[in-house]
């Protein structure tokens, strides 16, 4: 009998396991399901482990999710958030507002940081307690969403048409600032490193552009961390078929894709690379019933895993105010209907 680990694994080879594996993927709802306030629970490395001790008990997934919350790399060069009453932070003041700012910043330095250094421990943490049976599947903003973060949104956007050259530089600072902080993650033997890339959706830039400032960062990632010997898999926000054949080769080993995107289209565009994905986090997981989620997940399982290569998760980040009774209702559906071979 394959492990969690077997499962996850042999689905991100592009095999077939022997029942579709399930994950989380999603830091902030079970931090939040224990108890613990998200402006401050990624600086405590013991809250976090012991969090996710209590969800692996309680609910057994296939995999552990350690992470660094998306506030922390923008935040080490000056970002500020607002964080609502149980909710995702906001940005309130980005750390780059011109182009000039940019030449100011620092290279990161980890050892500098309290909540990147919180995450490694935390990391170091459940790979000593679940190497052995669980996936370490750790979650992080990627440099491209990471750069959307330290300067604005919609300044970054701007810029892609007025000012490229700014760009470059702000993708190549925010590349090795991410690396600078991953890298002690990786050499403590993860097995996934997930990231998000979410600033280039079709639904904020076209194909065209996502080619020539995007993709070959995604790929230089890709690569990197296949290197360090983990596994990759990222997500894109939004409709991503546009650009779902430019996603597969950056080499990658699975894709998160959105709960807009028609998985069956999407399984039949991209040969072996694993599928994870990808129940509606809010129609479903956060404001539907439990069985509501066994109908998305075997429909998810029949479209996206057929032949395997998958793994069933939300479509993107669970809202923290989700039941916990629809997260129970997702694993448990892997478990009880996800056999190979599926009926």
Known sequence: MQSSKELILAALEGNTPERVPVSVVSSAWVFNHYGMELSTVYDDAEMMTRAWKAFDKDFAADAVIPGL?????????????????RGFPLLQEPAVTNPSDLDNLEDLDP??????????????????????????WFMCTGPLSNASRIVDTEFLMECLIEDPDFVDQLFAFSMQSFKNAIEPILDLGVDIIDFSSSPGSPDLISPRMYRRFFWKLDKELVDWIHKKNAK??????????????????????GLSVDSIVNLAEVRSLIGKTALIGNIDPAGIIMNGTPKDVEDAS??????????????LAPGCDVPPTSPHENIKAMIDSAKRFGTYPLK
């Not at 500098?112 to 919180?118: E, S």
């Not at 990391?123 to 000593?128: G, S, Y």
């Not at 990759?232 to 080993?253: E, L, Q, R, S, Y």
């Not at 075997?298 to 793994?311: E, I, N, P, S, Y």
């Open 69 to 85: 919350t998306s506030t922390a790399i923008p935040s080490y060069f000056g970002t500020t958030w607002k964080y609502p009453p």
């Open 111 to 136: 050892t500098k940081d309290r909540t990147i250094q919180a995450s490694i421990e935390h990391t170091k943490q459940l790979v000593d307690e679940f190497s052995e049976t669980r996936c370490i």
């Open 232 to 253: 990759a898999v990222f997500h894109i926000c939004g409709n991503t078929i546009p650009i779902i054949d430019d996603m597969v080769k950056t080499g990658t080993d």
């Open 298 to 311: 075997k429909a998810a399982m029949k479209d996206g895993g057929l032949d395997g290569a998958f793994v």
